[in-house]
C-alpha cells in the first residue's frame, strides 16, 4: 500500500482555484492523483468541473477491469480519455454561459500500478519522481512559452532572462490547444511521487530533493512543499499531493516485474 498525503492552501489570492483528487482502487492495485489549476475568472469551477470528470472517467474505467490485470494500453487509454473528458466538460461550460470565457484549466494525472507510473499532463503543473537518488521531472516539458521558444533553438538562459515566460501556458483545458503529453517509468526501488500545481515553481530543485529525500513515506511532505513556496514568495495557489510507495523484493512484486518485462520484450513498451 502506497502513503498519499496532499494539502493544499490558497496562498494570498482571494480564492483557491486549485482542484485535486485522489483515487485509489485496491482491487485492480492502481493509485491515481489529479491536480488541477484553473485560470481565469471561472478558474475555481474550471477545475472543480475538471478533477470531477477526470476522476469520474478513471473510476469507471477501472472499476469495470476489477480484479483484471490492466494493460500499458488500456492505462494509457484510460489516462487520455480522462483528460479528454474534462475538457469536453470545460468546454460545455464556457459554451453555456458568456462569464465563462477566457477561462480554463491545467491538469496532471499520475497513475501507479504495480512497478509502473504513468503521468498525462496539459500546461505546466508538475510530477517529479524520486527515486534511486534521482529527481525525474515526468511533466517535462512543461507546456510554457519558455520551453516553447527554447524548444525552437533559443538559449535557455536568454529565455529565463525573460520575466514572465515561463509563467504562460501554451495549452489549456477549454481552449483548442489541449493536447495532453505521456510518460511512463518503471519503478525499480522504493519511491517517492509528488505532484503539484505551479505554485510550487518558484521552488529551486535541491530545496524540493531535501524535503523530499528526508522521508519519502512522510505525510508531513506537502504541509512542508507548501510552506517552502510560500516562504520563497510564491503568490499564487499551491496544492501538493506526496506518494511514497515500497517496491518489494520477490513474491507478487517479481510477477510484475516478470509481466513488464516480458511486456517490454516483445516490443509493446517504449520505455521513457
Known sequence: MNIISAETEKGLRNENQDNFAVISQDDCNIQSV???????????????????????????????????????????????????????????????????????????????????????????????????????????????????????????ESVMRQEGLSSIITRCLGYEESRPDFSFRRLKSNYCILVSSDGTRCLPDDCIREIVESGFFSRDIPVRVINAA???????????????????????????????????????IQMA
Open 34 to 156: 489529479i491536480i488541477c489549476d484553473g485560470n481565469g475568472s471561472s478558474g475555481k469551477i474550471m477545475a472543480e468541473a475538471a478533477v470531477r470528470t477526470g476522476a469520474g472517467e478513471i473510476l469507471c474505467a477501472i472499476s469495470k477491469k476489477r480484479n483484471k490485470r490492466i494493460s500499458f494500453s488500456e492505462i494509457r487509454e484510460i489516462g487520455l480519455n480522462a483528460i479528454s473528458k474534462a475538457g469536453e466538460h470545460i468546454c460545455l461550460i464556457k459554451a453555456s454561459d458568456s462569464k465563462h470565457l477566457g477561462s480554463g484549466s491545467t491538469i496532471t494525472v499520475v497513475m501507479i500500478s504495480g512497478n509502473a507510473v504513468f503521468c498525462f499532463w496539459v500546461a505546466d503543473s508538475p510530477a517529479l519522481l524520486f527515486t534511486e537518488g534521482k529527481m525525474i521531472k515526468l511533466t517535462d516539458p512543461p507546456h510554457t512559452l519558455a520551453e516553447e521558444l527554447i524548444a525552437k533553438g533559443n538559449s535557455r
Open 230 to 268: 510560500l516562504a520563497f514568495g510564491s503568490d499564487d495557489n499551491v496544492t501538493a499531493v506526496s506518494i511514497g510507495g515500497i517496491i518489494r523484493r520477490g513474491g507478487l512484486m517479481n510477477l510484475r516485474r516478470s509481466y513488464w518485462k516480458r511486456r517490454i520484450e516483445n516490443g509493446n
